[in-house]
């Protein structure tokens, strides 16, 4: 709390939280301000100005045709240096804003974007392309992260998702193959996932085993179990590994729309749940009696159960919504991706989503952002390959990592935990 001292003209004196905020504020703005000359000077001086990179805005089938968008590279490193002082500028003159996690997704998607455009100079590359890659790559992430807010808004750490994922993937493929319908399969993995999160709701409730502990030995279960099943089972009778794949669905004229609408509007049935997801749970969680028991669940526990709620029901719901969105992210890498089971198909995408969390601020909307911020990265790796980009990717691939260390050391800005996460909960 801001006080001052008698006496005129006399300064305000921060408290310890408010002088950290401020300190961090200006930190920030003296790392955007270097990345900004740094992006601006190559822009201007370092690179050619004849070098450019030439985006195809449409698809070839598309009703409505837009012609190619030339651009010029160093101008983009120029456009990214003056938006980073801009965010730089922003910061010097407010340096205690708590909005630092969206101006630090700005920055990093703008250095990703430029040093793309970089890379692809001469190059034609699909930008609606890149765009529908990233939607793509980032909403298995979005699964994951919305499973991870279940959780530890209630108070109880889920390291497990990465494990429920796999083994929700193996459960759709099976299931789905079984009943010969992919949407079957999602069934299945979902449910599949629920009973995993009731597993883990248990350990860690009931029995009070330690919470990272208990992740992480699911995780390492599902790992053992999903190989031993794929090399005994799948691989020898390939019949059980088919469960077919979830075609899209356009929504008409959204999906005519140039450059973004192939992206959002032509997508899977899991496309368009994700956009329910993100949507209802950000307004039952700031906006319902619901979710202000469960935010309560997991900053004050204590206080939550003196005046009537139930924390532990709380919890143990909490957690089998967070298995079963879990399962239904393990289910979209199977029926949407690959169209079958493969041996670590999760690929970390677990963490990345408790990552895209802890980034987003432990909200639904803040996951999504973050998680296009991942996507996008995934996106212009995978593509550099499609046009033919010899050249190491690994900047692009570990930038958005980087940036979560950064977040999550607390480098550049307060990461606020639920007060009560991770700790055991006894209910009188």
């Known amino acids: ?235 020898v009778k390939p019949e059980f590994n088919a469960p077919g794949l979830v075609g899209t669905t356009p929504i008409p004229g959204l999906s005519e729309i140039p450059i973004i609408g192939p992206a959002l509007f032509n997508g899977s049935i899991f496309l368009y749940v994700g956009y329910a997801l993100i949507i209802l749970m950000q307004l039952a969680i700031y906006r319902t009696r619901w979710g202000l028991r469960l935010r309560a669940a997991g900053e004050n526990p204590n206080a939550a159960g003196t005046i009537g709620i139930d924390v532990l029901q709380i919890r143990y719901r909490s957690l089998a919504a967070s298995g079963a969105v879990a399962g239904l992210g393990g289910a979209y890498l199977v029926v949407v991706s690959t169209g079958s089971f493969q041996i670590g198909m999760s690929a970390g995408i677990g963490f990345i989503g408790i990552a895209a969390m802890i980034f987003g601020g432990w909200k639904p909307v803040g996951v999504a952002m973050a998680a296009l911020v991942f996507g996008f990265a995934r996106s212009a790796e995978s593509r550099l390959g499609t046009v033919g980009v010899d050249v190491p990717t690994v900047f692009l691939s570990i930038l958005p990592y980087v940036v979560t260390i950064i977040v999550v050391a607390g480098l550049v800005g307060r990461v606020r935990v639920p007060a009560a996460a991770g700790q055991p909960y006894e209910q009188a």
Request: with cysteine; charged share 10%; net charge positive.
């Open 1 to 235: 709390m801001t006080t001052s001292t008698p006496g005129m003209g006399a300064a305000p004196v921060l408290s310890a939280a408010e002088r950290r905020a401020r300190s961090n504020g200006l930190i920030r703005a003296a790392i955007y301000a270097v990345v900004g000359v740094l992006a601006l000077g190559a822009g201007l001086f370092r690179l050619p100005a004849s070098q450019t990179t030439t985006y195809r805005l449409v698809f070839d089938n598309a009703a409505i045709r837009l012609p190619d968008l030339t651009v010029p590279v160093g101008g983009t490193y120029a456009v990214a240096g003056v938006i980073c002082l801009a965010v730089a500028a922003f910061q010097l003159l407010r340096p205690a804003n708590l909005a630092w996690r969206r101006q630090l997704a700005i920055v990093a998607f703008t250095l990703i974007a430029a040093v793309l455009t970089g890379i692809l100079g001469g190059k034609t590359p699909s930008l609606v392309g890149l765009i529908a890659a990233m939607v793509s790559f980032a909403l298995p992430i979005v699964f994951a992260g919305l499973a991870a807010i279940f959780a530890e808004r209630s108070g109880v750490f889920n390291i497990g998702i990465e494990g429920i994922i796999l083994l929700g993937a193996s459960a759709t493929a099976v299931g789905g193959s079984i009943l010969h319908s992919p949407y079957g399969g999602i069934l299945i993995g979902v449910f599949a996932g629920l009973l995993l999160g009731l597993l883990l709701a248990v350990l860690s409730i009931r029995y009070r085993v330690d919470q990272i502990i208990a992740g992480t030995v699911l995780n390492l279960a599902a790992a053992g179990i999903t190989t031993f099943m794929y090399t005994r089972i799948l691989q």
